[in-house]
């Protein structure tokens, strides 16, 4: 039980971040058609000075967001160390993408003006996902200071695939 207190906290984390980034995915790329089509007038559009920078970056971010959770999916299914690397870097560069759009989103929420519904559902949808996203980055990365939080940099055996090394083995033989 010690050895899944993270997998148990991150898996439905993921889960709920992948659907949030859908989300942000379907409303951004809607916002964004109907911005290029210049329906901006539209009351249930909308926008301001912002809006088009904050389209463009929620879309960055809910497809990178998208992707690391695959990333992240296949770690929490193999829950090793060599998978461990792919997953926190991916997720890495999703928060800090998402975290370019929280600011966009304050930015656009700063500026005022009248907002639709759908910007509006955006823009907590991205201030929602960088805390989020925020605490799986972390969760991840907490096997770094305890193994029971799950696999971590600095176990025995990263890189090894989990396969423990005797004296005298070909593992050993071949890192020397």
């Not at 898996?11 to 790329?29: E, R």
Request: aromatic letters at 12%.
């Amino acid at each position: 039980m010690a050895q899944t207190v993270g997998r148990n906290i991150a898996a439905p984390l993921l889960f709920l971040n992948l659907v949030m980034y859908i989300l942000v995915l379907g409303f951004a790329s809607w916002s964004l058609n109907r911005f290029i089509n210049g329906q901006t007038n539209n009351y249930s559009f909308g926008g301001n000075g912002a809006t088009m920078f904050f389209l463009i970056f929620s879309i960055l971010a809910a497809v990178v967001g998208v992707v690391s959770k695959l990333a992240g999916g296949n770690h929490i299914r193999a829950w090793r160390n060599d998978s461990l690397a792919a997953a926190a870097s991916s997720a890495l560069i999703a928060w800090a993408i998402t975290a370019l759009a929280f600011g966009l989103a304050c930015k656009q929420i700063g500026v005022g003006g009248h907002r639709g519904w759908r910007l509006r559902v955006l823009e907590a949808l991205i201030i929602i996902l960088a805390f989020t996203q925020l605490i799986y980055v972390l969760l991840l990365h907490a096997g770094m200071y305890s193994s029971k939080y799950g696999p971590g940099y600095r176990d025995a055996d990263y890189g090894l695939g989990g396969v423990e090394a005797h004296k005298g083995s070909a593992a050993t033989a071949a890192r020397v």
